[in-house]
């Protein structure tokens, strides 16, 4: 049964991307639309096979970006969520920052960081995709400490249970749920940030400057193909956090 | 502080909660009531009539408004912080990521007692409720009553001298409710624990008793207490006649205490 579950999960999917696939390929190979506009799927995926490692090492470059500003960010947001949590007087002097920082296109900080940092360096890409993975971090986990029980709450008053031990056996063990969903948004927004990031400028082999030249060079396929490329390198940030709530999800067992 | 050893203390205890818009409700007025070590009082009365707040009050959850408790000659706030009473609510309340042992251990692993005692405790308890084979089972593959016995192991973890228990078979079957009191009476008989138990069943109260204390709503207070001396409590205790009596004793007052209240409580509702 849970095979054949899968199987249709996986398949449905699957068969519906190949059909789009069909369905582009014959309408560009039909219409004879040229590249600049709409590339073949057949097109990209040749581009993508030829220069792959080129991707590959593009993807790496922005990978790495985004995989230490979603670290930065999530440990930030966590322990700035814990401090909001135990002072409210500091949750509600952050209410009006997170609320800017939730607004505002987190890439529109990129000049101002290159400026601080220099263009050159990985740093401020790093900080852009950090403080994008910040706001999901922070809201989700201040919202899972506070998912606490009445009756838990009685527990730990009657067994005179520090702040510090409240911590550790009820709010953090609880919020996890809330945690990983937010590392799961961030992880994504980790990615958009540091590609984004490259648009704005600075020497670096990532994917937004891969897919920028390309396209500024009239090669459209290759542009595509680091498109492809982006797209992967995002689906497996998703899948390796989804994954991991998953995982954990399993292992608590419900309520 | 008297001479006579007595488990807890409440003298002429008055409790006020403001609501948000400025309102008051009296929910206990000139509230009396000793319990003596290894006692079973039960507290029972109608919804409102603040059995319920009289028990968080002796366990410090609740301030008092007025009068003063004492519990083992100590103020409530002394006696929680050294963990003089284990408590039990309706609800389990078990954390959901912790297996059954672990949830046991829980007070035990607040209060600094290293691995092995805890493992040592919580073998002792899982034999004492019959869930050793679950001990590696989270509260969610348990059914209510097992979760409920979970959560009496946890409250007798730390071998309190007292347990306040409220409405701690609440939420189970009839079946799973008779089968919890005799479990319940067993353990009190063997750590000779004072109990203070709140319920809203008559024959609940009668059966675990030494003492069932009848309260009523608005404000909320004591109408009557009412002894029991069964020489037993066993499955027989259910069929006796004194067991009836005693039904019938604290049904009484009951409803002589609702009918004294009977013109203003249904002007209030």
Redesign the interface.
Known sequence: MRTAATARTVLAPVALAVVVLALWQAWVVAFEIKPFLVPSPAGIAEAFTTSFSSILDASLATGLNALIGLALGAVAGMALALFANALRFLDRMLVPLVAALAVVPIVALAPVFYAMFGAAAETGRQLVAAVAVFVPMYLNTLNGLRQVEPVHRDLMRAYAATAEQANRVLLIPGAVPYVLNGLKIGSSLAVISALIAEYFGGPTKGLGIAITSSAAGSNYTGAWAYVLGAVLLGALFYGVTAGIEAWSARRRGGS | MTGTPVAVSVKAVDKVFRTRKGGEVHALSDVSLDVAPGEFVSLIGPSGCGKSTLM?LI???DGVSGGEIEVFGKSPEQA??D?D?G?A?Q?A?L???RTVRANIE??L???GVDARGRKERSDELLALIGLEDFADH????LSGGMKQRVAIARAMAERPRLLLMDEPFGALDEMTREHMQNELVALCEETGAAVVFVTHSIPEAVFLSDRVVVMSPRPGRITGIVDLSFAARDEDLREDAAFYEGVTAVRTMLHGAEAGAGPRGVENR
């Open positions: 968080r366990a410090d959850l929680r912080k963990q009473y408590i609510f609800q309340g954390l959901p990521w829980l007070p692993e607040i209060h989270h509260p969610d593959q």
